[in-house]
């Protein structure tokens, strides 16, 4: 299969499409226009980023292909949580649950890695998937300024810098989001 040139990015996260954009060299990312997204109510990062491709797919009428995209963060001392409810488990201030959520926990409960699902479909229908994971741990106090949502507190396993702080350059080679869309470049045969 060629190399891709256009999709259209099933979410309604802008942050999420512009580092999809950068992640996928060559490619033009726009965002679905759409009043509504379907709920996240999958038990996995496949199932809700396959119901956000599918629902794209649904409306977009042009022949582009379409992605969708579910990650999350999970954290061994919340038993492996808040997986797939990751972006509802904080409200307006995820980093700050989290470390309370941690308070008084140290070493391996403060494991953590992040995860990343995309699924993407073809104005034909075939489907090809994604996924990636970076391993590391909660830290103690937000650092950096670069990236979201739980960038400021997650280290990288081997580094002692928040993904935050380590910043959007490392981020575009290293991230979780990253690893997904080289695996789907390589589904791809790009």
Not at 84 to 95: I, K, L, Q, T
Not at 105 to 115: C, H, L, M, P, V
Request: hydrophobic share 35%; glycine share 14%.
């Amino acid at each position: 299969m060629g190399a891709l040139s256009s999709a259209v990015f099933a979410s309604r996260n802008p942050d999420k499409a512009r580092e999809l954009e950068q992640l996928l060299p060559g490619w033009r990312v726009e965002p679905l226009i759409a009043g509504t997204f379907p709920p996240e109510t999958g038990t996995s990062y496949y199932e809700n980023a396959h119901g956000k491709a599918h629902y794209g797919r649904s409306l977009e009428k042009r022949p582009l292909w379409v992605i969708g995209e579910d990650s999350g963060i999970e954290v061994a001392a919340l038993d492996w949580g808040p997986g797939v409810f990751s972006a509802r488990f904080g409200g307006d201030d995820p980093v700050g649950r989290m470390l309370t959520a941690l308070e008084g926990i140290e070493g391996e409960g403060r494991r953590a890695r992040y995860i990343s699902e995309l699924v993407a479909i073809s104005p034909h229908g075939e489907e090809l998937r994604g996924s990636g994971t970076l391993l590391g741990r909660i830290g103690h106090q937000p650092r950096g300024s670069e990236g979201f949502g739980y960038d400021p507190v997650f280290l990288p396993e081997g580094k002692e810098r928040t993904v935050a702080e380590l910043g959007n350059a490392w981020k575009r080679g290293n991230s979780h989001r990253a690893r997904a869309a080289r695996a789907l470049l390589e589904a791809l045969g790009s």
